[in-house]
């Protein structure tokens, strides 16, 4: 179709969309059987108008449609059919905006799980801090103790002496029975005072029937303890009118004790500062309490602190105590030797020992005694009094005589005593 005529038909096509509407407000339907078009609803506004005339256009150039002629006039030639008008799409509706989704609640954490090993200290039962002793005074010692681990102790677990003072106390108790976790547990010992007048700690852990040393604390490593004073009784006056026989008055109390004063030192070696109750094997050296241990002369003190050089030739271990002031009469007492073997012969100990001071930053000497392992031990008593009025830090040492190999020297109840 040549494109006056098809513009005709175009025109046409709007007039009778023109007429349809004006009828469709009269009230009647008119079908336009011409283009094919459904009959148009009584009402029909612009958006619907448009919509039906962009179609009629539409069909008058939809391809391969055959042209109608008009009448009068001659059938044209074929054209190629014309590019069709897109149908305009609907327009889309804005999405609805969803309500915001809550946050997902976060997963609760799960409570720490105990250990499996933990004691926490309740109480003294019986003999609280300080308790009083007569001199060999025999006592039971009880404490309650409560499982906050996750295991369960049983019978074959122990309370041990672990060091410090043992009181002829034996060395390990096993526990009275199965203790669940949250539980409590009350732990005795028969213990005995000592028979020197003083004050005097010991200190106990707990052991599984494995050999797993456990405490209290946060650390689950500290011992628990008894702590008593050991008093000479008052002499009871004899009624019969015959005078009571003198009595000797009880020896001095210590006035600086360094066997319990050791954890409070400084301990170095040749190789560096040491812990206090290191292992005794380790190589740079260590220093110990060492309760009823066996001597070179078959005794067993209570108080013994053993101090063992630094594992080399000439090896060397010091402790350096905190400050103390002296007064007039003040005496250091002290017995140096060494600890047997085994077998309860000597080894080959062969060491210098050394009582020093230390004042104003400078290092001075108050003794050196040399020691080998010989069946016996040394007494020492050094008076003071040329330092009465002096604040002065007492230094312990130990030097290797050539080996240290077999260097087990001990400080036996090694003290300051009043006048």
Not at 305 to 333: C, K, N, S
Request: one cysteine or more.
């Amino acid at each position: 179709m040549d494109p006056k005529r098809k513009w005709l038909w175009i025109g046409g096509d709007m007039v009778a969309v023109l007429l349809l509407c004006a009828l469709a407000a009269g009230g009647w339907w008119l079908v336009r059987g011409r283009t094919g078009l459904p009959a148009v609803p009584p009402t029909l506004n612009s958006e619907q108008i448009a919509t039906w005339a962009a179609a009629t256009v539409a069909a008058q150039q939809t391809p391969g449609a055959p042209d109608t002629p008009i009448p009068g006039t001659a059938p044209a030639a074929t054209s190629p059919p014309e590019p069709t008008l897109a149908a305009s799409s609907p327009t889309a509706l804005p999405p609805t905006a969803l309500p915001p989704t809550a946050a997902a609640s976060s997963t609760p954490q799960a409570s720490p799980t105990p250990p499996c090993l933990a004691a926490r200290f309740v109480k003294d039962v019986t003999v609280p801090d300080g308790t009083t002793f007569a001199p060999g005074q025999e006592f039971t010692k009880t404490w309650r103790l409560r499982n906050v681990g996750s295991c369960t102790w049983t019978t074959a677990y122990t309370v041990y002496f672990d060091r410090g003072d043992a009181m002829s106390g034996p060395a390990d108790i096993n526990l009275p029975h199965a203790v669940d976790p949250n539980e409590t547990v009350d732990v005795s010992v028969a213990l005995k005072a000592p028979a020197t007048p003083g004050t005097y700690k010991g200190y106990w852990k707990l052991r599984t029937d494995d050999g797993r040393s456990f405490g209290i604390g946060a650390d689950r490593s500290t011992a628990f303890w008894v702590a008593i004073k050991v008093v000479a009784p008052t002499p009871t006056p004899t009624p019969t009118p015959t005078p009571a026989p003198p009595t000797l008055p009880p020896p001095p109390l210590p006035v600086l004790d360094f066997y319990h004063e050791a954890s409070s030192a400084e301990w170095v070696s040749g190789a560096g500062i040491l812990p206090f109750d290191g292992p005794d094997n380790d190589p740079r050296g260590f220093v110990k309490p060492r309760p009823g241990a066996l001597l070179e002369d078959g005794s067993r003190p209570e108080k013994v602190l053993e101090m063992h050089p630094e594992w080399v030739d000439d090896g060397v271990i010091t402790g350096r105590y905190p400050a103390f002031t002296v007064i007039a009469g003040h005496h250091f007492q002290a017995q140096i030797g060494f600890l047997a073997l085994s077998d309860g012969s000597c080894g080959a100990g062969d060491a210098i020992f050394q009582l020093n001071y230390r004042e104003g930053g400078t290092l001075h000497p108050l003794g050196q005694w040399h020691e080998t392992c010989d069946g016996a031990l040394r007494t020492l008593d050094v008076d003071l009094s040329s330092l009465a009025g002096h604040r002065v830090e007492f230094v312990l040492a130990v030097m290797a005589n050539g080996s240290s190999a077999q260097d087990w020297a001990v400080w036996v109840e090694p003290i300051v005593r009043e006048p």
